[in-house]
Structure formats: C-alpha cells, structure tokens
C-alpha cells in the first residue's frame, strides 16, 4: 500500500513533527518521508481532506462485536470497519458472545476472522467457563493463542476466592485480569443509578456502593495475591479514590471508563429513553467531575466506547425490560472533543495500549504506518446516517458534537472515508 498524505497536522507528542503540518509519503505501510511539500513523482493515491489532522491509532479496550452468535446485532466484518472509520486502529474484543469465547479454538476463531485486516482486534478471552462465574476457563491455553485479556463482559465474579485464584495463576503468565466493578446482592434489581431522578422516575436504583465495595474488594485481592488487573468502565467518585489510593501502594491496576459516563448524568434518563441504559449507570454530575479529574491526574488509565450493539427488539421495550448497552465507536472522538481539548483528547485516546500488549509507533520515518485521520473542528449532530453499524442502539444520537474521524492507515492498508 503506496499512500501519499498531503498538508496534515500532525498530532503525537512523541514525534518531532507534533504540531506542525506536513505531507507524509507512506510506502509499502511505511513511512518513508516527511517533508513540507513532498511530490507525488510515483502517481501513488493522495489524501488531500478538510483540515486534516494525524495522530498514532486509536485504541479501545472493550467493544463487542456479537459474531458468533449474535450477528444479526453485529459481525466482525462490519465491526471493524466501522473501527476504522471511527480512527481506531486496534480493538479489544469482548467474549460477549453464543456460545462464550472460552477456549483455544474460540480464540483461533476471532483471530481468523479478523486476519488481513486494517484494524487489530485483540481478543479478550471469557475469565469463567461460559462466563457462568463458577469455574476457571482455559485461560493459560487462551493467553497461548492470542489473549490479551480475561473478562467475564458486565457479569463479576461473585466468589472472592476465585478472582484470588485468578490473579494468582494469571500471574504465572503475566495475564492480564478484568473484573467488573458491581456487586449483584447490592445492586438488585436496579436498572439506573439511585439518586433523586430514580425516586421521582420510579425506577429502582444501581447505588454507587455497588460498585465501590467491588473495587475495594478486588483491590484487597490484588495487594494480597499480586498479578495484573484491570478495573473496566468505573463510574464514581469513591472508585476513583480507592483505584488512586492502590496506585500509591505501587499495586498493578488499570482502570477504564466509558466515554458515555463521562458525558451524561443520570438526569437524561427523564423521558425513559432505553438508549440511555447503560452499564455501569449514568451518575451524578459530581462522579462525573471526578471521573474527569481522574484523567487530569493519571489516575484513570484510558476510557472505552464499551461498544456494545443491541437488537431493536431489545431496546424499544419498557425501561425497566430493556437490555443495557450503547454503540459509541461513530461518535467517541466527537464526544470527547466535547469534554477535553484536541491535545487530551487524542492522549487520552492512544494511552491504555502496552496494558493490552500493543506497541505504539510514532509517527516518524522509518516506522509502520498506525496512523488516525480526522477533522477536529467540524461541528454536527449525531445522526443515524452517522452510524455504520448494524445496530442503531446509539447514546449519542441528536447530539452535537464537534470532530469527525476520517478514517485509518494501518497494517499496510488504508480505510479512508473522504
């Protein structure tokens, strides 16, 4: 793949060429040349877009893609293309599955389907057998295939003494341990956050402590056993304070939050819009400011779409029936645009990818092409023509937002939608 990119600003702390724009030559998916005004002597494709800007790829940690099993939500095949378009160059795919990537041969699997492609998926391996909470799964076997990760998607592990076995024998092959933070017996039957909204809609509520005596819990285990572990899509102030506390303590935890929890509070939730439903819940404006701060301090290590599609038939339900999750790869960039400068945002966006075993490659001569093309300031609405996925579940939808992503080079190929 010979590309030739013409007048871009070039977004990556690490190179020499930050904040500068220049045409960057892209031969055979690698950079050969960087220059002010390079001639396109070859006739190699240009890429000439409004206001383009670069940066290294995009990463995000938990997105589920429903194949096998669930592709009328949404395949593989189409799951990452609208990665691509979305400026991610490497997802981590949840076991979110039917049957549950659990084994050797289901890893194998992802990995097939996934091969020659432009975008890296990384498959996260089922942490339970069939993410039933009971029984170990083949998690070395699993790691030996691909792995990056083992996590049972929004389910916790009930039994302490497993999640301290886990870390224990994942350890043996630096495995990388996800937990999510909600415990069962606490949160019910609770379908949002309780708060005041939740007593005036007549909701039960999710409280916050479901999530911190969680966190508390599996940072306990972490300083007991050792091992690595990561803390998926937190969404409080505590949790935040208990995850910069173990950090103190030198302990090896990461955390993630969704993008959608940095952006709503709980309030939105007025008029019973099932696209609101969401896992962990939407809080208050006051977790909010702290998941925010969070990232301001490093406490929080990166966030997630948490891309989840879901049939309509299960969105267009009463509340309470209605399944929890959002599509959120289309409009990550322009939401987060919203909250944080173009300089954190893309920080913000490229941060979490040695956790889950990926190299980063500036954008410099001489190395691979891992590049996310975008326009910062274009300003619209978040629309279903917006939306390449097979399901519509989309939070953001009517939103405005501000920034589009145009597309990625990587893995020698180019997914551009100019």
Known sequence: MN??????????????????????????????????????????????????????????SSVSFGEPGFEERETIANGLKTAAYSGFTA???????????????????????AN???????PVGALTVSSKGEDLAELFDMNTAGAVAFYDYKKPISNPNLMKIALQYASNFDGLVCSFPQENKISGHGVMNENIT????????????????????????????????????????TSVTLIKEAKKKKL?????VAIHNLYFADDVLTDFDTNFKVLPPLRTQTDIDALIEGFKDGTIDMVTTDHNPIDIEDKKIEFDHASYGSIGLESAFGALQNIFTTKKTIDILTKGKARFGIESSVITVGNKADI?????????????ADIVSKSKNAIFENETLKGKAYGIIANNKAVINS
């Open 198 to 237: 939740s007593t005036r809609l007549g909701l039960k509520g999710i409280p916050a402590l479901a999530e911190e005596l969680q966190v508390a819990r599996d940072l306990f285990l972490l300083e007991y056993t050792g091992g690595k572990l990561h803390i998926p899509t937190i969404s409080t102030a």
């Open 116 to 122: 020659d492609n432009a975008v890296s998926l990384l």
């Open 372 to 384: 996310a093309l975008f326009n910062p300031d274009t300003k619209y609405t978040f629309s279903k």
């Open 3 to 60: 590309i030739l990119i013409k007048s871009a600003t070039i977004i990556d702390s690490k190179s020499e060429f930050h904040n500068t724009t220049q045409d960057i030559l892209i031969e055979n998916g690698v950079i050969t040349k960087i220059s002010s005004n390079i001639k396109n002597s070859k006739n190699y494709r240009e890429v000439k877009l409004d206001d383009l800007h670069v940066s290294q790829g995009w990463f995000d």
């Open 252 to 256: 090896d935890v990461t955390c993630s």
């Open 91 to 113: 997802v981590a795919v949840n076991a979110n599955t039917n049957p549950v990537i659990d084994s050797n041969a289901d890893i194998t699997f992802l990995n097939s389907k």
